[in-house]
């Protein structure tokens, strides 16, 4: 149930105290736990602060509930942070829209994950423009698999296809993800070859859980929440605008270790998606065609340009991506019962999280570098782990 909230009205923004006072005691008027789910949301609706300067006034207050009991002398201090931000921050009207929006997602069934929880999906958790908080409906569950993202043109030809499916159904026992952006074309096509063979999928939406679009995929909701789900980080009071699906891509992007293009023009939404890939530094695949074929101009690019491995074939995937043959990674555990229990935690990170640089794997389990270093060489010697370029290890 909702707790009751009584608002204040903000006198005088320029008045730090006031302002903390005011939603000091507006926070206070709910469960703690909501109420900070409140704060999560009415930051993410602020106009002025995207999620790259949201999370940075998160980890530097604490918590987001700890944002709005600043004084704006302090936040002032933040870099990115200025007045006319700290006037868009401490607008009641976001805390009244989060209430709105909170009702509204706890009267539909959507089940939210902020950045910082152990639910947030963890590719996505390492994109610095990730959303701060993702709302999701279905059964999605994370494991230690392969996540590949598969878009392409909305106009898909048989050939695009047929070499779709044929690559689901190849890669299915290696049990991937599939995620997607549920539109029309390449996005249906890969889904419903993930549900074909039992594989689960991932939808990601450009608008909030009050529609579906394209309105004729409404047949294919129930099967796609039977085997994963939605996401997105849109409101059901947003509008529905064409610059959604861009924003929407770089959580197509962020999730999975891999994107491949199957088919694009020479311009295209799926072709930003795996300019966004390749930013974050994951691995992008694009299937060629004939120089004259309208569809394969982006893909022919992507590969001319460098910034994707050709894809004719689908042991392309696993064999480029040194993907372990199904069940070989059971094995290999076994053979190391031997394991510190500082190299078990260190090895189960990396097989459950993937690629990922030594900083990063010190950040997030809370060790000292040079001993993560240490650990790593150790692993490294027993032939479980390799180092890639740019400090980074993974598990064989």
Not at 67 to 84: N, V
Not at 149 to 174: M, N
Not at 234 to 253: Q, V
Not at 375 to 385: A, C, R
């Amino acid at each position: 149930m909702f707790a009751e909230h009584h608002w204040l009205r903000v006198i005088n923004r320029k008045n730090d105290s006031n302002i903390e006072k005011i939603f000091y005691i507006y926070i206070l008027k709910s469960d703690m736990k909501e109420s900070e789910l409140l704060a999560v949301m009415a930051l993410q609706r602020s106009t002025q602060i995207g999620d790259i300067l949201a999370k940075r006034l998160i980890k530097t207050c604490g918590s987001a509930e700890a944002i709005f009991r600043s004084k704006a002398k302090m936040l002032r201090t933040i870099d990115g942070i200025g007045q006319k931000l700290i006037a868009d921050l401490f607008d009641s009207s976001n805390f009244r829209l989060a209430e709105q929006e909170l009702r509204f997602i706890k009267d539909h069934g959507i089940d939210y994950c902020f950045f910082l929880g152990d639910d947030y999906p963890c590719r996505l958790k390492h994109c610095v423009d990730g959303p701060i908080l993702l709302f999701q409906k279905g059964h999605i569950k994370w494991s230690d698999q392969p996540v590949i993202s598969i878009v392409g043109t909305r106009q898909i030809t048989s050939r695009g296809r047929d070499f779709c499916e044929h690559l689901v159904a190849s890669l299915a026992p290696y049990n991937p993800i599939v995620v997607s952006g549920f539109a029309y074309g390449t996005d249906i096509t890969a889904q419903q070859a993930a549900v074909n063979n039992n594989l689960q999928t991932i939808g990601c939406l450009a608008h909030g859980f009050d529609q579906i679009y394209p309105r004729p995929h409404k047949i294919y909701v129930e099967r796609i929440m039977e085997h994963g789900g939605f996401y997105t980080d849109f409101w059901s009071i947003d509008d529905f605008e064409r610059t959604n699906f861009l924003k929407r891509n770089r959580i197509i992007a962020g999730l999975s270790e891999v994107t491949i293009v199957i088919e694009s023009a020479e311009k295209g939404g799926s072709l930003v998606t795996a300019d966004i890939a390749n930013s974050y530094d994951r691995e992008v695949f694009a299937v060629p065609g004939r120089p004259e074929d309208i569809f394969s101009a982006g893909c022919n690019n992507l590969i001319k340009n460098h910034l994707a491995h050709m894809l004719t074939q689908p042991e392309d995937v696993p064999y480029l991506l040194d993907w372990p043959t199904p069940g070989k990674k059971e094995q290999q555990i076994k053979l190391f019962p031997e394991l510190t229990s500082e190299e078990q935690r260190i090895y189960g990170f990396l097989g459950k999280h993937g690629k990922t640089e030594l900083d990063s794997i010190a950040l997030e389990l809370d060790l000292p570098t040079f001993k993560v270093a240490s650990v790593l060489l150790s692993l490294e010697l027993k032939g479980i782990i390799r180092p890639l370029p740019g400090k980074a290890f993974e598990s064989l």
